[in-house]
């Protein structure tokens, strides 16, 4: 183990059990009501169990945050929350998650604790809008390094998506309807706005059996903004204005979910199949526009247009239960993501297609499995658990897709496997009653990469009057993606490629906490949180300039030391019909750059993020009312400018931003029905300036804006609810 991490291991265990010593004050209090303290949750548990017995701490997003958010997919939810960025991409549609600034790549995303496959592998970089939420029970938050439960590339921490299975009736049937503004833009049920649509059965068949099966439809129309749209025509060859330009700042898209389950349940053995099939078709329309001379007809306006088609199954099935005094819990999975592509010319006074050409563009397919077996020992104060993890990984991009093209495979699609097989190993022990260690260890065996190894510590101690003490070290590692790989683009102008030759990022995390929970007799609820810590990446993959001639030439390397330090507070009020909820965090990253050839300077750069919700019911009129407010400060970079006869690293900036969501929720005849109505990014965010390059990444410098958002929207949502 390294030094720094026996150092901090030998210090928190001196803290632990030095308080553990002292003279406690026991506060007023009257026993606990508030349900949230008994939230169960599954993620890196050996065993499900409630908030505060976690070793680790876990943020739960539950399924009434999301009602009141009405969000329908991932992306709608998370935005509010401290240290997590959703990323939007508004050319590919796509919005990926950040946590800690490392971006998708670093955090894992899982449904059931299965990770979901993505158009690079499993688990990472993940699509949050294909993510459906109708279904979900709660969402649970880990951050920092999970590489012992959750395998390669969970660094930054993981997000488990925790679905229903189970009704409290015997049967829940739901209709949904869902209109959006799209900023300014909208047409009730036509072309502008974003429409949505949803459909849930859940029945209790008998004690043993249940069966849920859903479907939901987003048809979101895109945002035009400045742009001209579909048919227009008046785009100038010479004199391009890509504020004016043909298309769509936001391309349109739109989506199907369907979702079936069924599980059996007697005693303590439990089996449920779960399968899920999503669809997406989005529209690309070039913005440049020329003109084609028909013999006899005329000249036409043409513009080269492209459709995206993609498709996802996913297979889950999972057994839990006893087999001579011992838990298991085993799962299985299939899953397949396909990206069609149909490229065509249009002609845009006529409205007719012509040069249709269909291809396969990626596809991803894995068979996943995972197991453990726990209470080894039969013992009340020591648990143990050992398990497996197994991936098979096929990928799979056309040549179509041209940045894998290397010189001697033109026109080849390139298709590759990767593989890794985990054993790992933990143990939860009770030293005493309120003081818990939990040690851990996973060793991966790559057909890649050389093999790799991940290990943990936690910490727990829990006092009398309320407090509760954290304390956790955990090594992980990150495999590098497809891109890093094998991206290959090399022509006139650009001389990009990635490295068949990169090893896989190993990573440190570092993590002490503090919570006081206080009740009063008046029925207030006070809870107050604290916590630090620290991240260091070595190997870390950047792209850098490794030559100058005859073009920049650019290229995947392991170059890059990443350290990063937070210090968070949250804190919680819940009195009567109010819940107030603030947070602040402090994120200090420092990035080594050096190939040498150019060399950054690795000072620690800083960003500082807000946030509070409020909630207020009024239980005489059945309604909720809710705020939701975010601050997200300017962030700095150095980035790579190319630009200069010899490059150098220059620090840019990023301005920062504010978020508010409202909404009010009521509902009807005896809560069979529901309406919420409220506005999503009321401050009208639209564009961020930033004076790093849209088009280069981290790796130029430049002067432009960052499209974070299509502007103020309003949404209008209505459920109806029937339960038998």
């Not at 150092?7 to 026993?31: C, G, M, W, Y």
């Not at 490629?497 to 206080?518: M, Q």
């Given at each position: 183990m ?9 210090i928190?265990s ?10 406690t004050?026991t506060?007023?209090v009257k026993?606990a009501t508030?349900?949230q303290?008994?939230?169960?949750v599954v ?21 009434e ?6 969000g ?5 939810v998370?935005?509010?929350?401290l ?5 939007p ?16 790549n ?34 649970e938050?880990?951050?920092?390094a999970?590489g ?21 009736n ?8 869902q209109e959006?503004?799209i ?9 502008k706005g ?6 849930r ?5 008998n004690?043993?059996w249940y ?5 939901n439809?987003?048809d979101f ?5 400045e ?11 010479a ?6 330009d ?8 739109e989506?199907y ?13 439990r089996?449920?199949y779960?399968?899920d ?11 440049v ?13 043409v513009?080269?247009?492209?459709r ?10 999972n ?31 006529t ?7 269909s291809?396969t563009?990626?596809d ?8 453990n ?30 940045v ?12 590759k ?20 260690i ?14 790799q190894w991940?290990a ?19 090594r ?10 094998y ?7 650009h001389?990009?490629r990635?490295?068949?030759?990169l090893?896989p ?25 604290a ?5 260091t990446?070595?190997d ?6 490794v ?8 290229k995947?390397?392991n170059?890059?030391?990443?350290q ?18 603030a947070?602040l965090?402090?994120?200090g ?20 993020q807000f ?8 239980p ?10 975010k ?14 006869s ?7 900036d990023?301005?920062?931003f504010?978020?508010?969501d ?10 069979k ?10 401050f ?12 280069a ?6 002067s ?5 958002g299509y ?6 949502k209505?459920t109806?609810?029937?339960n038998?």
């Amino acid at each position: 183990m390294h030094k720094q991490a026996q150092a901090f291991l030998s210090i928190v265990s001196f803290i632990s059990f030095s308080t553990l010593a002292q003279e406690t004050v026991t506060d007023t209090v009257k026993p606990a009501t508030n349900t949230q303290l008994e939230e169960v949750v599954v993620t890196g548990q050996i065993e499900p169990q409630s908030i505060k017995k976690s070793v680790f701490n876990v943020r739960v997003i539950s399924a009434e945050d999301i009602k009141r958010q009405a969000g329908n997919n991932l992306a709608d939810v998370l935005n509010q929350y401290l240290n997590i960025t959703v990323r939007p991409n508004n050319e590919s549609g796509r919005s990926t998650v950040s946590m800690f600034g490392l971006d998708s790549n670093y955090l894992k995303v899982l449904v059931d604790n299965v990770p979901l496959v993505s158009d690079t592998g499993l688990g990472n970089n993940v699509d949050l809008t294909q993510i459906n939420l109708d279904d979900v029970q709660q969402i649970e938050i880990i951050e920092g390094a999970m590489g012992v439960t959750h395998g390669a590339n969970a660094v930054s921490g993981i997000i488990n998506i925790i679905t229903k299975k189970n009704t409290k009736n015997k049967w829940e049937l739901s209709a949904t309807v869902q209109e959006e503004t799209i900023g300014d833009e909208y047409a009730p049920f036509g072309d502008k706005g974003r429409h949505i649509q949803a459909l849930r059965a859940a029945h209790t068949i008998n004690d043993n059996w249940y069966a849920s099966v859903g479907g939901n439809r987003n048809d979101f129309k895109g945002y035009i903004d400045e742009r001209g749209g579909r048919d227009y025509t008046a785009y100038d060859p010479a004199n391009p204005d890509p504020e004016h330009d043909r298309g769509y700042s936001w391309l349109p898209k739109e989506q199907y979910f369907t979702n079936a389950l069924v599980r059996y349940q007697k005693e303590n053995f439990r089996i449920f199949y779960k399968f899920d099939y999503f669809d997406e078709h989005l529209d690309y329309y070039d913005p440049v526009v020329t003109d084609e001379f028909v013999t006899g007809v005329g000249t036409y306006r043409v513009s080269n247009d492209r459709r995206y088609d993609t498709n996802k199954f996913y297979h889950h099935l999972n057994a839990v239960g006893k087999v001579l005094g011992r838990n298991y819990n085993v799962s299985v999975s299939h899953q397949r993501q396909k990206r069609d592509v149909e490229t065509f010319k249009y002609y845009i006074q006529t409205g007719e297609e012509a040069n249709n050409k269909s291809e396969t563009y990626q596809d991803t397919e894995v068979l996943y499995s995972t197991g453990n077996i726990s209470n080894i020992l039969n013992n009340k104060k020591i648990d143990v658990q050992v398990g497996y993890e197994a991936v098979n990984t096929n990928g799979y991009t056309s040549s179509l897709g041209g940045v894998f093209n290397n010189p001697d495979q033109q026109g080849v699609n390139l298709k590759k496997r990767l593989e890794n097989y985990d054993l790992f190993s933990a143990a939860e022990i009770a030293v005493t009653e309120r003081f818990s260690i939990r040690p851990g260890v996973r060793y991966s065996f790559q057909s890649r990469f050389e093999d790799q190894w991940a290990a943990s510590l936690g910490l727990r101690q829990l006092y009398a009057n309320g407090h509760e003490v954290r304390a956790s070290y955990g090594r992980s590692y990150r495999t590098p993606t497809y891109d890093e790989l094998y991206t290959y683009m090399v022509d006139a102008n650009h001389d990009i490629r990635g490295n068949e030759d990169l090893k896989p990022e190993t990573a440190n995390s570092f993590e002490l906490s503090g919570k006081k929970t206080t009740f009063y007799e008046s029925g207030l609820q006070l809870v107050n949180t604290a916590a630090a810590s620290y991240i260091t990446i070595d190997d870390r993959i950047e792209q850098v300039i490794v030559g100058f001639n005859p073009n920049l030439q650019y290229k995947f390397i392991n170059i890059d030391k990443y350290q990063m330090w937070n210090f968070s507070t949250t804190h919680q009020l819940n009195y009567k019909n109010w819940q107030a909820k603030a947070g602040l965090i402090v994120v200090g990253i420092s990035r080594d750059l050096s190939n040498g050839v150019v060399k950054a300077d690795d000072k620690f750069l800083y960003n500082v993020q807000f946030n509070t919700n409020l909630a207020f019911a009024v239980p005489k009129w059945n309604t909720i009312f809710t705020l939701y407010y975010k601050l997200n400060g300017k962030t700095q970079q150095y980035v790579e400018n190319g630009s200069l006869s010899t490059p150098e690293y220059i620090l840019q900036d990023i301005e920062g931003f504010s978020l508010m969501d409202a909404s009010v929720r009521k509902t009807f005849f005896e809560k069979k029905f529901d309406v919420t109505f409220g506005a999503r990014n009321i401050f009208d965010v639209v564009n961020i300036r930033s004076s790093v390059a849209s088009n280069a990444g981290a790796h130029s410098a430049g002067s432009t804006s960052l499209l974070m958002g299509y502007g103020r929207s309003y949404f209008l949502k209505l459920t109806y609810n029937l339960n038998i």
